[in-house]
């Protein structure tokens, strides 16, 4: 957070909005009197009072995306959460004045100390074992991964903390761009990198997820499929990446792909 909107280690208003643009992962957020942490920042999405915005946790463990701004056609302006904006937003609906709100700056690592915790792939609050990564960090062979649950009726933001296996062996079948069907011997830890040629996920920009032999295998089996297999992988790589098993949603003009980089972790 630029340290100029500050006044001590918290902010007052006017300059809130502006800090309100600036926050980071981590940082604490309070809005009458109930303190929030932020826990990611989504960037170039569409929300109604712009196009970055960030989520928060509360006390309770509920989460929320924040928006900011000035309600039209009013001269009422303040903070709401995106969940309660109506099609015609109104100076009442706003959930407080800048007047409200005071940010304070703390380490991007306890965003990961207000949500729920697992070792596994199941959500911790309903057992589903789909979630979407959102961003990760490593400490040695020990990762921590934000998660949000794909259930629609549960949606829960939580954290998945573990220690990786060096040991970890997998082999999977897949199809080259040149149609061979080959038997790839995978071993270690590998590093997930995503390139989207639209951009469709911009959060995983410069992200880092780290992933097991038998975890790879099960992405590259899924694509790969029995009968009608989606995308090719290059055995070897692509480009820089020429050591590490690599997917391409399609064998020419590829619109994605996701590089699996092995690499050796120190304990």
């Known amino acids: 957070m630029n340290t100029q909107t500050q006044t001590s280690d918290s902010t007052e208003p006017p300059e809130t909005y502006t800090a309100l643009q600036e926050v980071s992962r981590g940082d604490r957020i309070v809005i009458n009197d109930t303190e929030y942490r932020v826990v990611i920042l989504h960037t170039g999405i569409r929300a109604l009072f712009g196009t970055d915005y960030p989520t928060l946790v509360g006390p309770d463990g509920d989460t929320h995306g924040l928006g ?8 009422a302006d303040g903070v ?39 070792d596994t792939d199941e959500c911790p ?4 074992t789909s979630a979407t990564f959102e961003y990760g960090e490593r400490d040695g062979l020990r990762t921590r991964e934000l998660r949000k649950c794909t259930d629609d009726d549960c949606e829960t933001w939580f954290v998945r903390d573990r220690v990786l296996d060096p040991s970890d062996a997998a082999t999977v079948e897949v199809v080259t761009p040149s149609d061979e069907t080959v ?5 270690g830890v590998y590093r997930e990198t995503i390139t989207s040629r639209f951009k469709l996920d911009p959060r995983r920009d ?8 038998s975890e790879v295998a099960s992405f590259l089996r899924k694509k790969m499929g ?3 297999p989606f995308g090719v992988v290059k055995p070897d790589g692509h480009r820089s990446f020429r050591n590490g098993p690599t997917w391409k949603d399609s064998k020419y003009g590829a619109d994605m792909l996701v590089q699996f980089v092995p690499v050796e972790l120190d304990e």
């Open 226 to 228: 029995s009968d009608d």
């Open 206 to 213: 410069a992200e880092e997820r780290w992933l097991q032999a």
């Open 80 to 118: 709401i959460f995106l969940d309660d904006i109506s099609d015609d937003p109104q100076p009442s609906d706003l959930l407080a004045g800048y007047d409200d709100v005071t940010i304070h700056e703390d380490d991007a690592e306890a965003a990961f100390d207000v949500l729920p915790t697992t």
């Open 183 to 187: 038997t790839l011997e995978l071993s």
């Open 68 to 75: 900011f701004g000035k309600i039209a056609d009013s001269d």
């Open 125 to 128: 609050c309903c057992g589903n």
